[in-house]
C-alpha cells in the first residue's frame, strides 16, 4: 500500500492520477489536506483539482524526470548506498568557499561531470562547495534562480541520485557542500504549487509574487519551506544551505521564518551530529540575521557581505557607477576590514538614505562571507566579464591577497583561481516563446537605461550565451592561467597555517593606509598592498623577520621599511 497526500485547503475535490489514466478520489484530513492509499500504485502521478482535467505534478515532489510540466515521480532516499558514513561534517569557521554552477562548471554540465573535477578543487585547498540552485526549472539551461519544484533536483544535471554521487564523492575527499537554495519568489514557468493553495501573498518583489509567510495559511507554506530545507540537508547530506535574497521574505510574525529555519537546523544538527550552516543572502546590512537567538538575533551562521565585495573591486579597477558610488577609498577598505560593514547607518548615495546597521564589535568575522567576484558581481554585468577581463594579474594577485588575508570567510567563483578567461553570462532557456522575448527584451532596456548599447547585451535565449559562459579548463595548460592557479595555491596554503591569517577577531585587525598603500596588521602578521603604479616604499609597524608571500618580485625589507614594486602585495611576518 502507497499513501498519497497532497495540501490543497480551498479544494472542493483532489483525485490522484496514476499511470494509464487511472484517476482515485482523495479524501480530506486535517489542515486542508488530501489523502488516499493505492495498492500496488507505479512510480509516477499527478493530482488533479476540483473538477479540472489538467494533471499538475505534486507542490512536494522529490522527481520530475519529465521536467516540470510532467507527472512527479516517487523516490526512495532510503535506497540510496551512501558511502559517507565517517563524514563528520566542515564547520563554517575557517573555511574557504568555492561557487559553482554545476551547468557550466563542465563541458557536459552535470554532477557525474562535476566530480571529475572534485580533486582541482582538493588541490587548491577549498572546504566547502557552494552550488548555485539545483532544484527543477523548466527548459535545459539556466542560473538556477527560477526554481519551481523546491524538492526535486534539476534532472538535466542528473535528478536525486546524481546529487547525491556528487555529494557523496566530495565528501569522499574531504569536500562539504552547500546548496544555494530559492524561498522568495517561484520561477515564472512550471509553478504550480500556488494551484494548490495560497502559497503566494498579494505583494510582490523583483521576481514576482512574494511567498506566504504571514497570511491565512501561512503555518502550511512556512512548513513547506522548512520540510524543504530538512530534507536537503538530512536526505541529500549537504552541510549548509545559503538562502537566496532573505530581504525580499516579508514576514511580520513574532518569530521570523529564518529564526523558526535556525531552530529547526540546530536540532537537526544535534541529531545528525555535524555541523550544519544557514547563510544569508541580504542586502539589509542588519546584523539581527547572524546575532545568536540568545541575544535577541535570527541565529544564522552567516551572511554574504556586499559591502567587501564593493570596497576591493572599486579600489581595484576604478569603476563608481550605480552602487559603487559610495565605495573607492582606501577608508573605505579599511571600515570593512575592521567593522565589517561600511553602510552601518551611514549614507547610501546609491539608496538616497542612510542604510545598514553598526556590528557589535564582538562578531567574528567568519560570519560574513566575502569575495572578489560571484555570480552576481559578474553575471550582471551587461557582457558578463570577469574582473580578470580589465585587471592586469599583479592587481588580481593584489585583490587575492586582501580577499584571503581579511577576518571574513572568503569565497571564490569558479574559475577566478586560474584568471579564466571566459564570461559568465546571464542565460535562459525558456522554451515558451512569450517567455523568452519577455526576458530578453527586459534585459536589454536594464542595460539601456545604464548607457549599453542593445547590441551589446548578449541575448539570454541564444544558447551560444549559455556555452560562452562555460569554464575552459584547457586554460589550465596556459603558463599564464597555470601561474595564477600556482599564486592561489599558495596563498591558501598560508592562510590555512598561520592562526594569524583565519583569526575571525575583527576588533583585533588595525589598518594604516596612505598613498595608494594599505597596511593590515593581523596578529604578529602584516598585508601590505601597493595599488599604485609605481614603486614605493612603506614604513611598517614593526620590524619585519621575512616575507611569507609576495605577488611578484622585487620585494625587499629593510627591518621596519618594505619596497614594493608597482600593483605588489607582500604578507610579513614580524
Same mark, same amino acid.
Given at each position: 500500500?502507497?499513501?498519497?497526500?497532497?495540501?490543497?485547503?480551498?479544494?472542493?475535490?483532489?483525485?490522484?492520477?496514476?499511470?494509464?489514466?487511472?484517476?482515485?478520489?482523495?479524501?480530506?484530513?486535517?489542515?486542508?489536506?488530501?489523502?488516499?492509499?493505492?495498492?500496488?500504485?507505479?512510480?509516477?502521478?499527478?493530482?488533479?483539482?476540483?473538477?479540472?482535467?489538467?494533471?499538475?505534478?505534486?507542490?512536494?515532489?522529490?522527481?520530475?524526470?519529465?521536467?516540470?510540466?510532467?507527472?512527479?515521480?516517487?523516490?526512495?532516499?532510503?535506497?540510496?548506498?551512501?558511502?559517507?558514513?565517517?563524514?563528520?561534517?566542515?564547520?563554517?569557521?575557517?573555511?574557504?568557499?568555492?561557487?559553482?554552477?554545476?551547468?557550466?562548471?563542465?563541458?557536459?554540465?552535470?554532477?557525474?561531470?562535476?566530480?571529475?573535477?572534485?580533486?582541482?578543487?582538493?588541490?587548491?585547498?577549498?572546504?566547502?562547495?557552494?552550488?548555485?540552485?539545483?532544484?527543477?526549472?523548466?527548459?535545459?539551461?539556466?542560473?538556477?534562480?527560477?526554481?519551481?519544484?523546491?524538492?526535486?533536483?534539476?534532472?538535466?544535471?542528473?535528478?536525486?541520485?546524481?546529487?547525491?554521487?556528487?555529494?557523496?564523492?566530495?565528501?569522499?575527499?574531504?569536500?562539504?557542500?552547500?546548496?544555494?537554495?530559492?524561498?522568495?519568489?517561484?520561477?515564472?514557468?512550471?509553478?504550480?504549487?500556488?494551484?494548490?493553495?495560497?502559497?503566494?501573498?498579494?505583494?510582490?518583489?523583483?521576481?514576482?509574487?512574494?511567498?506566504?509567510?504571514?497570511?491565512?495559511?501561512?503555518?502550511?507554506?512556512?512548513?513547506?519551506?522548512?520540510?524543504?530545507?530538512?530534507?536537503? $540537508?538530512?536526505?541529500?547530506?549537504?552541510?549548509? *544551505?545559503? +538562502?537566496? &535574497?532573505?530581504?525580499? #521574505?516579508? /514576514?511580520? @510574525?513574532? =518569530?521570523?521564518?529564518?529564526?523558526?529555519?535556525?531552530?529547526?537546523?540546530?536540532? $537537526?544538527?544535534?541529531?545528525?551530529?555535524?555541523? *550544519?550552516? +544557514?547563510? &544569508?543572502?541580504?542586502? #539589509?546590512? /542588519?546584523? @539581527?540575521? =547572524?546575532?545568536?537567538?540568545?541575544?535577541?538575533?535570527?541565529?544564522?551562521?552567516?551572511?554574504?557581505?556586499?559591502?567587501?565585495?564593493?570596497?576591493?573591486?572599486?579600489?581595484?579597477?576604478?569603476?563608481?557607477?550605480?552602487?559603487?558610488?559610495?565605495?573607492?577609498?582606501?577608508?573605505?577598505?579599511?571600515?570593512?576590514?575592521?567593522?565589517?560593514?561600511?553602510?552601518?547607518?551611514?549614507?547610501?548615495?546609491?539608496?538616497?538614505?542612510?542604510?545598514?546597521?553598526?556590528?557589535?564589535?564582538?562578531?567574528?568575522?567568519?560570519?560574513?562571507?566575502?569575495?572578489?567576484?560571484?555570480?552576481?558581481?559578474?553575471?550582471?554585468?551587461?557582457?558578463?566579464?570577469?574582473?580578470?577581463?580589465?585587471?592586469?594579474?599583479?592587481?588580481?594577485?593584489?585583490?587575492?591577497?586582501?580577499?584571503?588575508?581579511?577576518?571574513?570567510?572568503?569565497?571564490?567563483?569558479?574559475?577566478?583561481?586560474?584568471?579564466?578567461?571566459?564570461?559568465?553570462?546571464?542565460?535562459?532557456?525558456?522554451?515558451?516563446?512569450?517567455?523568452?522575448?519577455?526576458?530578453?527584451?527586459?534585459?536589454?532596456?536594464?542595460?539601456?537605461?545604464?548607457?549599453?548599447?542593445?547590441?551589446?547585451?548578449?541575448?539570454?535565449?541564444?544558447?551560444?550565451?549559455?556555452?560562452?559562459?562555460?569554464?575552459?579548463?584547457?586554460?589550465?595548460?596556459?603558463?599564464?592561467?597555470?601561474?595564477?592557479?600556482?599564486?592561489?595555491?599558495?596563498?591558501?596554503?598560508?592562510?590555512?597555517?598561520?592562526?594569524?591569517?583565519?583569526?575571525?577577531?575583527?576588533?583585533?585587525?588595525?589598518?594604516?593606509?596612505?598613498?595608494?598603500?594599505?597596511?593590515?596588521?593581523?596578529?604578529?602578521?602584516?598585508?601590505?598592498?601597493?595599488?599604485?603604479?609605481?614603486?614605493?616604499?612603506?614604513?611598517?609597524?614593526?620590524?619585519?623577520?621575512?616575507?611569507?608571500?609576495?605577488?611578484?618580485?622585487?620585494?625587499?625589507?629593510?627591518?621596519?621599511?618594505?619596497?614594493?614594486?608597482?600593483?605588489?602585495?607582500?604578507?610579513?611576518?614580524?
Amino acid at each position: 500500500m502507497t499513501e498519497f497526500s497532497v495540501w490543497a485547503p480551498d479544494a472542493t475535490r483532489v483525485r490522484l492520477r496514476l499511470a494509464g489514466d487511472t484517476d482515485h478520489e482523495m479524501h480530506t484530513a486535517a489542515d486542508g489536506w488530501w489523502q488516499v492509499d493505492v495498492p500496488d500504485a507505479g512510480p509516477d502521478y499527478s493530482f488533479l483539482l476540483n473538477d479540472d482535467e489538467t494533471p499538475l505534478p505534486d507542490p512536494r515532489s522529490p522527481w520530475q524526470p519529465a521536467g516540470v510540466h510532467g507527472p512527479s515521480r516517487r523516490y526512495d532516499h532510503a535506497a540510496y548506498a551512501w558511502s559517507d558514513s565517517a563524514w563528520t561534517g566542515r564547520q563554517l569557521p575557517g573555511s574557504i568557499l568555492y561557487e559553482m554552477h554545476i551547468g557550466t562548471f563542465t563541458p557536459d554540465g552535470t554532477f557525474d561531470a562535476a566530480i571529475d573535477r572534485l580533486d582541482h578543487l582538493v588541490s587548491l585547498g577549498v572546504d566547502l562547495i557552494e552550488l548555485l540552485p539545483i532544484n527543477a526549472f523548466n527548459g535545459e539551461h539556466n542560473w538556477g534562480y527560477d526554481g519551481v519544484c523546491w524538492y526535486a533536483p534539476h534532472e538535466p544535471y542528473g535528478g536525486p541520485d546524481g546529487l547525491k554521487r556528487f555529494v557523496d564523492a566530495a565528501h569522499a575527499r574531504g569536500l562539504g557542500v552547500i546548496l544555494d537554495v530559492v524561498y522568495n519568489h517561484f520561477g515564472p514557468s512550471g509553478a504550480y504549487a500556488p494551484q494548490f493553495g495560497p502559497y503566494l501573498a498579494e505583494q510582490s518583489n523583483s521576481w514576482g509574487r512574494s511567498v506566504n509567510l504571514d497570511g491565512p495559511h501561512s503555518d502550511e507554506v512556512r512548513r513547506y519551506i522548512i520540510d524543504s530545507v530538512l530534507m536537503w $540537508l538530512r536526505d541529500y547530506h549537504v552541510d549548509g *544551505l545559503r +538562502l537566496d &535574497a532573505v530581504h525580499a #521574505l516579508p /514576514d511580520t @510574525r513574532a =518569530i521570523p521564518l529564518l529564526e523558526e529555519l535556525a531552530i529547526e537546523v540546530e536540532s $537537526l544538527s544535534t541529531h545528525l551530529g555535524r555541523p *550544519l550552516s +544557514l547563510i &544569508a543572502e541580504s542586502d #539589509l546590512n /542588519d546584523p @539581527r540575521l =547572524i546575532t545568536p537567538r540568545e541575544a535577541g538575533g535570527f541565529g544564522l551562521h552567516a551572511q554574504w557581505n556586499d559591502d567587501a565585495h564593493h570596497a576591493l573591486h572599486t579600489l581595484l579597477t576604478g569603476e563608481r557607477q550605480g552602487y559603487y558610488g559610495d565605495f573607492g577609498s582606501l577608508e573605505t577598505l579599511s571600515d570593512v576590514l575592521t567593522g565589517g560593514f561600511f553602510h552601518a547607518g551611514t549614507w547610501s548615495s546609491f539608496r538616497n538614505r542612510h542604510h545598514g546597521r553598526p556590528l557589535d564589535s564582538r562578531v567574528p568575522g567568519h560570519r560574513l562571507v566575502a569575495y572578489l567576484q560571484n555570480h552576481d558581481q559578474i553575471g550582471n554585468r551587461a557582457t558578463g566579464d570577469r574582473i580578470s577581463a580589465s585587471l592586469s594579474p599583479s592587481l588580481l594577485r593584489v585583490g587575492a591577497v586582501l580577499l584571503l588575508t581579511a577576518p571574513f570567510t572568503p569565497m571564490l567563483f569558479m574559475g577566478e583561481e586560474w584568471a579564466a578567461s571566459t564570461p559568465w553570462q546571464f542565460f535562459t532557456s525558456h522554451p515558451e516563446p512569450e517567455l523568452a522575448t519577455a526576458v530578453r527584451n527586459g534585459r536589454r532596456r536594464e542595460f539601456a537605461s545604464h548607457g549599453w548599447p542593445e547590441g551589446d547585451v548578449p541575448d539570454p535565449q541564444d544558447p551560444e550565451t549559455f556555452v560562452r559562459s562555460r569554464l575552459d579548463w584547457a586554460e589550465l595548460d596556459k603558463p599564464e592561467h597555470a601561474s595564477m592557479l600556482s599564486f592561489y595555491q599558495r596563498l591558501i596554503a598560508l592562510r590555512r597555517s598561520s592562526s594569524d591569517l583565519s583569526d575571525p577577531r575583527m576588533h583585533e585587525v588595525s589598518v594604516q593606509h596612505g598613498d595608494q598603500f594599505l597596511v593590515m596588521r593581523r596578529g604578529d602578521t602584516l598585508v601590505v598592498a601597493n595599488f599604485a603604479g609605481r614603486g614605493q616604499g612603506v614604513s611598517l609597524p614593526g620590524v619585519a623577520r621575512r616575507v611569507l608571500l609576495a605577488t611578484g618580485e622585487g620585494v625587499t625589507v629593510m627591518r621596519d621599511r618594505i619596497q614594493l614594486p608597482a600593483e605588489t602585495a607582500a604578507i610579513v611576518a614580524l
